[in-house]
């Protein structure tokens, strides 16, 4: 025989309910079963939210009660075909509808709600749909889970009296009905005969008592989900289901809040060894997740994640608890007394002090019950009071295979570390098959997603990206992602999902991943922002493997960096500003970064898409030292001085630069060598040298005051440099050589100039807006490293950009 439960969801629709009837005609062709169905989903919370209302005397419990019979009215109305049938249904229903209105009348007159009329009140619900999937299902036998279900009362709370209720259920389906239709979660007190329940969720548990009784050859738990998932699915997209369960590895997930099973639900059929097959009604067809006592070895180290929201973690602690005798027992005894469960316990090897994981709503019980324990202790001084924390989570990463797995710790740890988790309290049982700590509630989210995404568990790799800028590269940036984005999910198991996006005045978020398609009409429709708006905004998301894409020129912007690397966001900046900024703050940007273990990106600031910096780092980590750099490092200038000709005017080729995208928004930055000073500071840094912009000497081309006054005035003015430009021009072209701006750093000494290059100087041909890029190292003296290709351009400058965010994908 098998046992099969039905939880709320699976009973809470027409359609659901008709496929339990599918499920459950189509196993009883092959042998005897017993069905336990649960309330009608939501049922439950329902019956106690109208309690409520009735208890304070509100008059809106009556709305919520008619509620309650209408749906229950609509669905029988639906799926009970047969009028005599249906008839009959009704007649029981009323009488159970009629006699719960009395017991909430009564809660509304007098105000009061004990415990027993609580319980009596919650029964209904159970009772209530097993009569209407018994009236479904023909031929089934409806059977009273109270008259075989008992529990007894301990530490003021109802427990499940084992023997009798085995001994009980066994005389009760000696003779196996076909079909038998019992209520889940519902029971009764054996002394009081009053009306009791196994707990939230406890159909599970009833169905499990059934099955262990009977010896069962399956227990089958129907839910709304495909089986065990590797993570609560509502909280982990990511989610999957596991195929396979031991016993101890469920049990752990479970009782650490893995919702799909109640706790108490494994332990009578492990006993027996009666294996449980999770399923899901919606999709009867796909395997589901099998929980035996041995399984097959997978190669992940962790089977799953769970997690207990609402803990306080008390810390029971004194300047010398050494000599207070039996404090563990004393915590123990004197809680469990009251009835309060740990799920948590820490301590420290030096005994000064203990930690303990309760739920929120056991802390100010189970605080008042230790501090009255150790009473005298803590009068006399030896101990403090109990401090306590609470609206903090707890995790547990659970799996049989962590035994064999040395640095799953570490693993742990240091992935947390990295994003910013602090860990308040940490467990580790000696099975090594759970490890479980405490964090504060608002990390939760992301330290389910961090572990899920770095264990492995998700068939995906996350970064979860902040694009700020929308202009030529940003644009260009978003259509790239979106581009390979099917691309990098298939064959790097890479998902880039772009969380934020930020133009100068507005900015939209998220968490599942915008559109790509449509973000400048939800930008423009979006609420108006500023860079400090967009930091608090990204730093509430608190979303896990997060990346600023910097792909403005705007200082403001530049300025957020140190607190996002603080708050463990990895930076990629196309902006230059922070990285030739005043070396102290750069300097502070990259060991943050280093410290906060993320990444603070800049590769873009020199040569576009061409590998510099990263080539200047791998010759430092290898060993070589930079001596010299001789680069052209402006695609704007090189243009310019390609373009420049008899015909086209040196203004003329300015404007063009301009119009072509090659120069900066305000291509004075370029004229005025500033774009090249900064981008040969930022070299020289990364070179190992410690240099500010006024440290660069400087030998320009267009006198100083063509860069006062406004934009205007220069566009205006410019014109007025033809002239001499031409004459010069015509001299180089006589002597055969040709203008580059180059931009030199000599063991420290750094400068920038017009330099006339001869035909056999290896700048002479470099064209359009490419850069060139000379390393003198110790390794590459006689013959320096040469860097060339397009220095400027959005698209390869969004390459660049796209480059350093995979750079950071693949640590
Ligand atoms: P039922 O009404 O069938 O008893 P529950 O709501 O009690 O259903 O449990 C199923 C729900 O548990 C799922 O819908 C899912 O959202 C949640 N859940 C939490 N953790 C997990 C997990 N690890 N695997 C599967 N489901 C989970
Ligand atoms: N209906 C009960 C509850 O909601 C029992 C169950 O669904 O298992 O807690
Ligand atoms: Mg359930």
Request: charged letters at 25%.
């Given at each position: 025989m098998k046992v099969l439960k039905f939880g709320g969801t699976s009973v809470g629709s027409v359609s659901s309910i008709l496929s339990l009837k599918q499920i459950v005609e189509k196993e009883a062709k092959h042998q005897s079963i017993i069905v336990v169905v649960s309330a009608l989903g939501g049922i439950t919370d329902q019956l106690i939210k109208t309690s409520l209302l009735a208890r304070e005397g509100d008059e809106r419990w009556r709305k919520e009660f008619d509620a309650m019979v209408d749906r229950h009215h609509k669905m029988i109305d639906t799926i009970i075909t047969d009028t005599s049938e249906r008839e009959l249904l009704f007649n029981k229903v009323d009488t159970l509808f009629e006699q719960l209105q009395s017991i909430y009348y009564g809660v509304f007159l007098i105000h009061d709600l004990s415990h027993k009329t609580q319980d009596t009140i919650e029964s209904y619900g159970e009772r209530l749909s097993s009569n209407i999937v018994a009236s479904l299902i023909r031929g089934s036998k409806w059977m009273d889970a109270r008259k075989f279900i008992k529990t007894e009362k301990e530490h003021g709370r109802q427990r499940l009296d084992t023997e009798l209720t085995n001994q009980l259920v066994k005389d009760t389906f000696k003779s196996l009905p076909r079909i038998s239709i019992v209520p889940g979660f519902i029971a009764e007190d054996r002394d009081t005969g009053d009306i009791t329940n196994l707990g939230r969720g406890g159909s599970d548990y009833t169905a499990s008592i059934l099955a262990a009784a009977l010896d069962a050859e399956v227990l089958e738990i129907w839910t709304d989900v495909d089986g065990f998932m590797t993570a609560d699915p509502r909280v982990i997209k990511e989610a999957y289901t596991i195929n396979e369960l031991s016993?101890?590895?469920?049990?752990?997930?479970?009782?650490?809040?893995?919702?799909?099973?109640?706790?108490?639900?494994?332990?009578?059929?492990?006993?027996?060894?009666?294996?449980?097959?999770?399923?899901?009604?919606?999709?009867?067809?796909?395997?589901?997740t099998i929980i035996k006592s041995s399984i097959e070895n997978n190669q992940k180290p962790i089977k799953g994640i769970s997690s207990i929201k609402a803990t306080t973690v008390i810390t029971v602690t004194g300047l010398s608890m050494v000599g207070v005798v039996g404090v563990n027992r004393r915590i123990f005894s004197s809680l469990a007394a009251n009835g309060i469960s740990v799920f948590l316990v820490s301590q420290a090897a030096s005994e000064n002090n203990t930690s303990i994981g309760v739920k929120d709503e056991d802390a100010v019980n189970a605080v008042n019950v230790l501090n009255e324990e150790f009473k005298l202790e803590i009068e006399d001084g030896r101990m403090f009071p109990m401090y306590a924390e609470s609206g903090l989570a707890t995790v547990a990463i659970v799996g049989e295979n962590m035994k064999h797995s040395p640095g799953i710790t570490?693993?742990?740890?240091?992935?947390?570390?990295?994003?910013?988790?602090?860990?308040?309290?940490?467990?580790?049982?000696?099975?090594?098959?759970?490890?479980?700590?405490?964090?504060?509630?608002?990390?939760?989210?992301?330290?389910?997603?961090?572990?899920?995404?770095?264990?492995?568990?998700?068939?995906?790799?996350?970064?979860?990206?902040?694009?700020?800028?929308?202009?030529?590269?940003?644009?260009?940036l978003i259509e790239q992602i979106k581009k390979q984005y099917e691309e990098l999910k298939l064959h790097s198991n890479l998902k880039l999902n772009v969380v934020g996006i930020a133009s100068s005045h507005n900015a939209i978020f998220n968490r599942e991943g915008l559109d790509l398609d449509h973000y400048s009409e939800e930008l423009k429709a979006s609420e108006p922002s500023n860079p400090e708006k967009l930091r608090d905004s990204i730093l509430q998301m608190n979303i896990f493997n997060s990346v600023f894409v910097d792909c403005t020129a705007s200082k403001d912007v530049a300025d957020l960096y140190q607190s996002l690397l603080e708050n463990n966001i990895s930076v990629v900046a196309a902006n230059k500003i922070a990285a030739s900024g005043p070396f102290e703050e750069y300097e502070l940007l990259k060991r943050t970064a280093l410290q906060r273990g993320v990444k603070f990106r800049f590769e873009t600031n020199v040569g576009a898409g061409l590998p510099i910096i990263g080539t200047i780092n791998d010759l430092r980590n290898s060993g070589d030292?930079?001596?010299?750099?001789?680069?052209?490092?402006?695609g704007t200038l090189n243009f310019i001085f390609n373009e420049i000709n008899a015909d086209i005017p040196f203004s003329e080729t300015v404007k063009r630069a301009k119009e072509q995208g090659y120069s900066e928004p305000d291509p004075r930055i370029d004229l005025s060598g500033k774009d090249v000073i900064r981008k040969l500071v930022i070299l020289?840094?990364?070179?190992?040298?410690?240099?500010?912009?006024?440290?660069?000497?400087?030998?320009?081309?267009?006198?100083?005051?063509?860069?006062k006054g406004s934009l205007e005035d220069f566009w205006k003015n410019l014109?007025?440099?033809?002239?001499?430009?031409?004459?010069?021009?015509?001299?180089?072209?006589?002597?055969?050589?040709?203008?580059?701006?180059?931009?030199?750093?000599?063991?420290?000494r750094t400068s920038v100039a017009l330099k006339e290059v001869a035909a056999n100087h290896p700048f002479y041909n470099l064209e359009g807006s490419?850069?060139?890029?000379?390393?003198?190292?110790?390794?590459?003296?006689?013959?320096?490293m040469q860097i060339q290709g397009y220095g400027a351009g959005a698209s390869v400058t969004a390459a660049g950009v796209f480059a350093n965010i995979m750079s950071i994908a693949n640590i």
């Open positions: 016993y101890a590895e469920a049990m752990e997930l479970s009782n650490f809040g893995a919702k799909v099973i109640y706790p108490p639900t494994i332990y009578p059929v492990c006993v027996k060894n009666i294996p449980i097959r999770v399923k899901n009604t919606f999709n009867p067809q796909g395997k589901g570490g693993k742990l740890f240091g992935t947390l570390g990295r994003s910013g988790i602090s860990i308040i309290a940490i467990a580790q049982g000696a099975s090594e098959m759970n490890i479980s700590f405490v964090v504060k509630g608002s990390d939760l989210r992301k330290s389910l997603n961090v572990l899920h995404d770095s264990f492995f568990l998700s068939e995906y790799k996350v970064l979860n990206l902040f694009i700020c800028g929308v202009g030529t590269v940003g644009g260009k030292k930079i001596l010299k750099i001789e680069a052209v490092l402006s020289t840094r990364e070179a190992g040298y410690k240099v500010n912009q006024e440290d660069v000497e400087k030998n320009l081309f267009v006198p100083d005051e063509f860069f014109p007025n440099l033809d002239t001499d430009f031409e004459q010069r021009r015509q001299r180089l072209s006589e002597e055969g050589k040709r203008w580059r701006f180059v931009a030199t750093m000599d063991n420290c490419n850069n060139i890029v000379l390393l003198t190292t110790e390794r590459y003296k006689e013959y320096p």
